[in-house]
């Protein structure tokens, strides 16, 4: 259900909270209700502008590294490490106005109110607080996904995220330098890590459920296929002299598919998600067909299998296409916890809030994968109405956005305290 209508009204705060999030939804507005704003395109400099301006508004320093992660820093203890908190702004092409975004303008009202709570108490935390902008993380316009995270993590050297293209041949640095937001900051020293997201998924809806707390991920495998042909006329070209790369590669679409469709003990999602046609044209058989294909599941060892599965189903799809097949890995990472500790942190403020909540795995890729393998990390989720992301229809409702807020302001209120050192 999409109505809202028997939340309670919103405090001072949180309708500070919505009004922002009602300007951030404007830019790269689509007409379907959703945004288009992908990484360094023009959208993602306004808005990144707008941010900016924001966190120097509310006391923040801003500033950007190499590969242009975006960080407000507010320095309460000098010399102390920094509780980071945010997610990412850019977007997929005609998608929702939640994904990411929620997380980063959650994390800039969660980190002010947590600097207000403690100058109003007195005294001073043990850590300062930061929010981040994480570079794209959507993946759509430069592969691969959670760049920014990963460069951030040391698990991408920077030099290869800036001379990575998009589909035009724009580079990332020439892409961030139009835009003005690379810089040379190194980044905070961390003491820890938190973000919230809208859940992608239906588990809280269908469980009546507010918050998700993530305790670890799904797998996840992503190949860059490239299926080989010969050019050929479309016309008179006989069937059997034939090396059609768009063949081949709607076989392996099907193959693809029909994995997941196999899988009956275990969980398994698999996609093909980006295609190239090469020439392109209504008179021409294809004669290369450049593919992504993404596995998932919870079972990593299944996974395997499945992946291994596809790969022994290409020599079949070569030899009836008459084609060849190139299958790269580029991309994954495992079923890995996220710290119990900071799930039992989370699970104790929102039972203070009052707020319903599950332990649940993520099946999308965030950023805090990547973080939770450099520093004590929480992953929290609101729900996602009818599970529709990466879709103009995304929606989440006002009263689980303002909870969400909530619950991260007292995460991270707890966290600069230094509350999880004293957790085993």
Request: charged share 20%; with cysteine.
């Given at each position: 259900m999409r109505s809202d209508s028997a939340s309670p009204a919103p405090d001072e705060q949180n309708t500070a909270l919505l009004k922002d999030f009602a300007t951030l939804s404007a830019f790269g507005a689509t007409p379907g209700g959703g945004v288009d704003r992908q990484?360094?395109?023009?959208?993602?400099?306004?808005?990144?502008?707008?941010?900016?301006?924001?966190?120097?508004?509310?006391?923040?320093?801003?500033?950007?590294?190499?590969?242009?992660?975006?960080?407000g820093l507010f320095t309460i203890t000098p010399g102390a490490?920094?509780?980071?908190?945010?997610?990412?702004?850019?977007?997929?092409?005609?998608?929702?106005?939640?994904?990411?975004?929620?997380?980063?303008?959650?994390?800039?009202?969660?980190?002010?109110?947590?600097?207000?709570?403690?100058?109003?108490?007195?005294?001073?935390?043990r850590y300062n607080v930061a929010v981040v902008n994480w570079f794209n993380e959507e993946g759509s316009r430069f592969k691969p996904s959670m760049m920014g995270?990963?460069?951030?993590?040391?698990?991408?050297?920077?030099?290869?995220?800036?001379?990575?293209?998009?589909?035009?041949?724009?580079?990332?640095?020439?892409?961030l330098r139009e835009i003005g937001t690379i810089g040379d900051h190194a980044g905070p020293e961390l003491a820890a890590y938190?973000?919230?997201?809208?859940?992608?998924?239906?588990?809280?809806?269908?469980?009546?459920?507010?918050?998700?707390?993530?305790?670890?991920?799904?797998?996840?495998?992503?190949?860059?296929?490239?299926?080989?042909?010969?050019?050929?006329?479309?016309?008179?070209?006989?069937?059997?002299?034939?090396?059609?790369?768009?063949?081949?590669?709607?076989?392996?679409?099907?193959?693809?598919?029909?994995?997941?469709?196999?899988?009956?003990?275990?969980?398994?999602?698999?996609?093909?998600?980006e295609m190239y046609v090469e020439p392109n044209s209504p008179v021409v058989v294809a004669r290369e067909v450049r593919m992504h294909v993404d596995l998932r599941?919870?079972?990593?060892?299944?996974?395997?299998?499945?992946?291994?599965?596809?790969?022994?189903?290409?020599?079949?799809?070569e030899e009836r296409a008459a084609v060849d097949i190139e299958v790269v890995q580029t991309h994954g990472w495992g079923v890995a916890p996220f710290p119990k500790a900071g799930v039992d942190l989370a699970a104790e403020a929102a039972d203070e809030l009052g707020l319903r909540h599950r332990t649940m795995m993520t099946i999308a890729g965030h950023d805090s994968v990547n973080m939770k393998d450099v520093t004590p990390a929480v992953m929290l989720f609101v729900p996602s109405a009818d599970g529709i992301s990466h879709n103009e229809g995304e929606f989440t409702p006002d009263h689980d956005i303002c909870a969400g807020t909530d619950l991260l302001t007292e995460v991270l209120h707890r966290l600069m305290s230094g509350a999880l050192e004293s957790r085993p």
């Amino acid at each position: 259900m999409r109505s809202d209508s028997a939340s309670p009204a919103p405090d001072e705060q949180n309708t500070a909270l919505l009004k922002d999030f009602a300007t951030l939804s404007a830019f790269g507005a689509t007409p379907g209700g959703g945004v288009d704003r992908q990484a360094a395109t023009a959208a993602d400099g306004e808005q990144r502008a707008w941010l900016h301006d924001w966190l120097i508004g509310h006391g923040f320093e801003v500033h950007y590294d190499a590969v242009g992660n975006q960080f407000g820093l507010f320095t309460i203890t000098p010399g102390a490490p920094y509780v980071l908190s945010g997610s990412h702004l850019d977007s997929q092409p005609l998608g929702g106005r939640y994904d990411g975004a929620y997380g980063v303008l959650a994390a800039a009202h969660a980190a002010h109110r947590a600097v207000e709570r403690w100058r109003s108490s007195g005294a001073s935390p043990r850590y300062n607080v930061a929010v981040v902008n994480w570079f794209n993380e959507e993946g759509s316009r430069f592969k691969p996904s959670m760049m920014g995270s990963a460069v951030f993590t040391g698990k991408l050297p920077a030099e290869t995220a800036l001379a990575t293209t998009d589909p035009a041949g724009t580079s990332v640095r020439a892409a961030l330098r139009e835009i003005g937001t690379i810089g040379d900051h190194a980044g905070p020293e961390l003491a820890a890590y938190a973000e919230i997201h809208i859940e992608q998924g239906r588990e809280l809806e269908n469980a009546g459920t507010t918050i998700g707390l993530v305790g670890s991920t799904w797998a996840a495998r992503k190949y860059q296929v490239i299926v080989r042909g010969e050019q050929s006329h479309t016309g008179s070209t006989i069937m059997a002299d034939r090396r059609d790369a768009l063949f081949g590669a709607s076989l392996l679409v099907v193959a693809v598919r029909e994995l997941a469709e196999r899988a009956a003990a275990v969980p398994l999602h698999t996609s093909v998600s980006e295609m190239y046609v090469e020439p392109n044209s209504p008179v021409v058989v294809a004669r290369e067909v450049r593919m992504h294909v993404d596995l998932r599941s919870p079972d990593e060892a299944f996974l395997d299998d499945a992946a291994q599965e596809l790969a022994e189903s290409v020599s079949g799809i070569e030899e009836r296409a008459a084609v060849d097949i190139e299958v790269v890995q580029t991309h994954g990472w495992g079923v890995a916890p996220f710290p119990k500790a900071g799930v039992d942190l989370a699970a104790e403020a929102a039972d203070e809030l009052g707020l319903r909540h599950r332990t649940m795995m993520t099946i999308a890729g965030h950023d805090s994968v990547n973080m939770k393998d450099v520093t004590p990390a929480v992953m929290l989720f609101v729900p996602s109405a009818d599970g529709i992301s990466h879709n103009e229809g995304e929606f989440t409702p006002d009263h689980d956005i303002c909870a969400g807020t909530d619950l991260l302001t007292e995460v991270l209120h707890r966290l600069m305290s230094g509350a999880l050192e004293s957790r085993p």
